[in-house]
């Protein structure tokens, strides 16, 4: 998952390929709180893993379930021992939810309804999203709740309830706010239903049906069947108490479908060759989003599917414009926003209210997002219009901003096939976590940029700070790192044990078994040789000494070069080493070459050392790295030298690293075309 500030999408030009994606998280925290209150041990599997799960099983643990293991693990199904629809008469907690609305709104009916002492609490985005109507409601029953800040919104206190004459008559809840207070009423009040029926009144027109027909669904595989009486009326018969189905699994994230669906119309190209497959959700699906794909159908895309798998294909180009009742698809209606930047004319978007109470307001959101790019964008209560960019001089680069909102980032993501070849920067990548924390490493396996991925070299001599340097830059801009010094220590070392000679007469011997080798550089800056960590073996001086003689062999050189530029990948790469602006990455598009004096260098150096526990004398040092740089200097194949167009920073005793990565930067964004963005 990246975890920068913001993340820099090149143009991209193609899409194909297979994605896997995680669970739904509506299903994953509705099964996890009906297992919770089931009589039973509870085996779930593909649980999505995001902050909105997270803290639902925080919550969980703090309520007194069992559950193996305690966290959700990918491949491995989660057990979950229940709580027999009951707390202990002397249950208290205090229970941070953060954002999720799937979390705040359904625990907060089941605790009010179970009784106890209990404060919910969250982010402060949570405090500004409404929950009065569901307090309304559980009032009406005899629960006991106050507001701890605003009225009508969280944070909430919690205490015993007093249901006394209060369960015969219906209980009344708005449907027109948001579907989570009715999911919630369904999924609290089968713990009262024991002995007398429940009835739920709907006050005005019930939104996002499609997610209370998921509620139904994992209610009656809990043993709780709920009569649906046109969708304003529901009852939950008497005599129902929650039963273990045993094992369940949860389906793939038909909202995070949409996002491929639509990469699949907009970037498969025409000629019918490539197409996007989605493995975890099929045509079949329980989850209302899945109807996606008939509006991206009626857009232009070729969609077919099975049980649990789609394809799509880009059919009509442009797309089509539409105009569209969306409340069938509330979340996944925003990717529809995304599609129409493609669209032959204006797209209209109605029956929308619920985007305003979401993560954040997502109609105002995409609208001023969606301006950013070019488009002209119309904003109503419940309706949000769009007519794309009028001509390709019309794009803009645009940095978006992302409100905290998984699915504004998921959305914008597609903007990066602009016609215009503009790159697009997403702040904040990290919010899409609350659903799909893996989202863009997955959109990377799939797309093509229209030029190879860019790439930052930083040159410079032995122990002038590159490698530090270029790890730093690499993390701020979550960027790929090539340690290119440590592929020749790679070499050295493997030539070394497998009792090869570190001599000319040997190079090409050397070269042979340098191709066999299977080198990962890990996120968290380790180096695998296979299925060992090296990162210490190759860090000694000798390990250096070896990179530098092995390095001046031609033949070694070259069977590293493929090597090293496949490590070339989006988003971006950060090379370090002393010939990569030269010789491997001559294109590249910010070369820096850092320098400092042999008696600072070797100053730094010891210091490394001797704070790694490691014994050092100053003077070898100084000599070593003197005879280094001239036998680098002097190596006919790639002499160490900086790339004419390259950037110099003189990295001398007086300057930290920090302030060498801020420079190198501060270029970088002096390349880019986001200067100018403005956040709303």
């Known amino acids: 998952m990246f975890t920068t500030a913001f993340l820099d999408l090149p143009h991209l030009a193609s899409a194909h390929g297979c994605v896997q994606l995680p669970g739904s998280k509506s299903i994953s925290n509705r099964v996890l709180l009906l297992a919770a209150l089931s009589h039973g041990t509870t085996v779930l599997h593909d649980l999505l893993d995001s902050d909105d799960t997270r803290v639902m099983l925080d919550a969980l643990h703090a309520l007194g379930c069992t559950i193996t293991p305690g966290q959700v693990t990918p491949g491995q199904p989660l057990h979950i021992t229940g709580l027999g629809g009951a707390l202990p008469a002397d249950a208290a907690a205090t229970l941070f939810l953060g954002n999720a609305g799937t979390a705040m709104r359904p625990l907060t009916a089941a605790l009010a309804v179970l009784g106890g002492q209990f404060e919910m609490t969250g982010i402060a985005r949570m405090y500004e999203r409404p929950i009065g109507d569901l307090v309304d409601a559980l009032r009406q029953l005899g629960c006991q709740i106050d507001y701890l800040g605003t009225p009508g919104y969280p944070p909430l206190k919690i205490g015993h ?5 209060h369960l015969a008559a219906p209980i009344r809840v708005r449907g027109d706010v948001s579907s989570q207070f009715l999911t919630s009423l369904l999924m609290a009040l089968p713990l009262l239903a024991r002995t007398q029926a429940i009835t739920i009144d709907v006050q005005g027109e019930l939104i996002s049906k499609p997610y209370i027909h998921i509620t139904l669904e994992l209610l009656a595989r809990f043993g709780i069947r709920v009569e649906n009486h046109g969708w304003q009326r529901f009852v939950i018969p008497a005599g129902s108490h929650y039963q273990s189905p045993g094992a369940i699994h949860v389906e793939a994230d038909a909202s995070s479908a949409s996002y491929f669906i639509a990469l699949g119309a907009i970037a ?27 509006a991206a159908q009626a857009m232009g895309a070729v969609v077919t599917g099975g049980p649990n798998w789609l394809q799509v294909q880009r059919g009509a180009w442009p797309l089509k414009a539409i105009d569209l009742d969306c409340n069938h698809i509330p979340d996944a209606a925003m990717t529809l926003a995304a599609m129409a930047l493609y669209a032959d004319g204006t797209t209209t978007l109605r029956n929308i209210a619920s985007w305003r109470v979401k993560e954040t307001d997502r109609i105002a959101a995409m609208a001023c997002e969606l301006r950013k790019l070019g488009a002209t964008v119309e904003e109503g209560a419940d309706f949000i219009r769009i007519t794309p960019p009028a001509s390709v001089q019309d794009w803009q680069a645009a940095s978006i901003h992302t409100y905290d909102d998984h699915r504004v980032a998921m959305c914008f993501s597609l903007a990066a096939f602009n016609p215009a070849g503009l790159p697009v920067r997403i702040e904040d990548p990290q919010c899409v976590a609350k659903t799909f924390p893996d989202y863009f490493e997955a959109l990377f396996t799939l797309v093509q940029p229209s030029v190879p991925a860019p790439v930052i070299c930083i040159d ?45 007469a040997h190079a090409q011997q050397i070269a042979d078994l340098v191709a066999t080798l299977h080198i990962v550089f890990t996120p968290d800056q380790r180096v695998l040789l296979g299925a060992e960590d090296i990162s210490l073996a190759i860090r000694t001086e000798a390990a250096g000494m070896n990179a530098s003689r092995v390095s001046a062999f031609p033949a070694v050189r070259q069977a590293l070069l493929q090597l090293q530029r496949d490590f070339r990948r989006l988003p971006g790469l950060v090379a370090d080493g002393r010939d990569m602006g030269t010789v491997i990455f001559p294109d590249a598009a910010l070369k820096v070459y850092l320098s400092a004096s ?17 014994s050092a004398n100053i003077a070898d ?60």
């Not at 309830?161 to 004459?165: G, I, Q, T, V």
């Not at 340690?483 to 001599?503: C, F, K, N, Q, V």
């Open 598 to 614: 042999a008696q600072c260098r070797a100053e730094r150096r010891f210091k490394q050392l001797i704070d790694k526990g490691l």
């Open 268 to 294: 498969t190209g025409d000629n019918g060759q490539k197409s996007i497959k989605i493995e975890g959700v099929g045509l079949d699906s329980i989850q209302g989003d899945i109807r996606f794909a008939e």
């Open 161 to 165: 309830p007093d249901f006394a004459a």
């Open 460 to 504: 410079g001599p032995t122990a002038s700070g590159k490698g530090t340097v270029a790890s730093l830059v690499a993390q701020r801009l979550g960027f790929a790192l090539l340690d290119s010094g440590a592929l020749y220590r790679i070499a050295g070392l493997a030539a070394t044990r497998a009792g090869i000679p570190l001599e000319a």
């Open 621 to 680: 040092l100084l000599a070593d790295l003197q005879a280094r740089d001239a036998r680098d200097m002097q190596r006919s194949a790639a002499p160490l030298k900086p790339a004419e167009d390259a950037l110099h920073w003189d990295n001398h005793a007086e300057r930290t690293i920090e302030q060498a990565v801020q420079q190198v930067l501060a270029w970088w964004e002096q390349r880019q075309p986001f200067a100018a963005a403005q956040r709303p």
